[in-house]
């Protein structure tokens, strides 16, 4: 992808990943931020659950936590549960779910398998992808987002803070996925494209997925980030770094139906050998996700 790409050539459209979500089942319940660990020195930085910052926010910009106007907060999580190799997403079963051990990624280049390429420590979820047996090992991640009482809503504000060794080989597609599998009612992908060039944000037409808005940020995955979906019945909004790199604002395009979010992380079409030798690390500091404040 990155830039290679043209909008005709955005592969996060494969049916593929609805026969994965499909058998994931993982669209409800969570908890929401895990428990406060004990504080450092007083001189040192306070996040505002009093957490020590060098800890708990590496990327040097802690979580948003609570509402914000016209949002409420439904989950968060910054990792402060530490999870090693093998015991992901088992041990944080209550926030997390992933793609299971052993199934093919869209490229089918690569292969999803969370309990060797997911850890987490020290406030951050690493992925570590590599080649195992001439094979690319990957993950794609599903938070738990709670659903309102009234069942599955559309719409919702969706924050990552992230970073990514420049890796050829691979790519992220983080994306919004209808509930339903139904690719016809649209597609929210963000951040998305290949670890040594640029990121990318996508909005597949409701109706008419192979169309899309496209929008090309021009910054390499190399660097802390914040990347942000915001996603109303009127707009969808991309803003990376603080900065709006692009909006959707057709409603008849915008997807309407209830969607989840994968955070998919997976290999892309290159299949030289010399990918099989390439090896780093896919780091998230914290994640939280809202859903619109009149939403019960």
């Not at 919004?176 to 139904?182: C, K």
């Not at 060039?197 to 997925?209: E, G, N």
């Not at 909004?237 to 604002?249: A, C, E, N, P």
Request: net charge negative; glycine share 8%; proline share 8%.
């Amino acid at each position: 992808m990155g830039n290679e790409l043209t909008p005709a050539e955005d592969s996060s459209s494969s049916h593929h990943w609805a026969r994965l979500a499909l058998a994931v089942g993982l669209f409800c319940g969570a908890a929401l931020i895990g428990g406060v660990q004990p504080a450092a020195a007083a001189v040192q930085p306070k996040d505002p659950l009093g957490d020590v910052l060098s800890i708990f926010d590496p990327s040097g910009q802690p979580m948003p936590t609570g509402d914000v106007p016209g949002w409420t907060q439904v989950f968060a999580d910054d990792f402060r549960t530490t999870v090693s190799l093998g015991d992901f997403p088992d041990l944080v079963s209550d926030k997390w779910g992933a793609y299971g051990d052993g199934w093919k990624d869209t490229t089918g280049n690569g292969i999803n398998f969370p309990s060797k390429v997911v850890s987490v420590a020290n406030g951050v979820m690493d992925f570590h992808l590599r080649s195992e047996q001439g094979q690319r090992l990957v993950s794609a991640p599903v938070p738990k987002i709670p659903e309102p009482e009234n069942g599955p809503q559309p719409y919702g504000r969706y924050v990552v803070r992230f970073r990514a060794d420049p890796m050829p080989g691979y790519k992220i597609a983080w994306l919004l996925w209808p509930d339903s599998n139904v690719w016809e009612e649209g597609e929210i992908d963000f951040p998305e494209g290949d670890l040594d060039s640029d990121i990318w944000a996508f909005m597949h037409f409701r109706d008419s997925p192979k169309e899309q808005d496209w929008f090309n940020t021009k910054s390499a995955f190399k660097g802390w980030h914040t990347a942000e979906i915001e996603w109303t019945p009127n707009l969808v909004q991309f803003t990376l770094d603080d900065k709006i790199v692009g909006r959707s604002t057709d409603p008849s395009r915008i997807p309407d139906t209830p969607m989840h979010w994968v955070l998919q992380t997976e290999s892309n079409s290159t299949t030289t050998s010399s990918i099989l030798q390439v090896s780093g690390h896919v780091k998230i500091d914290w994640v939280t996700a809202y859903r619109m404040a009149d939403t019960k």
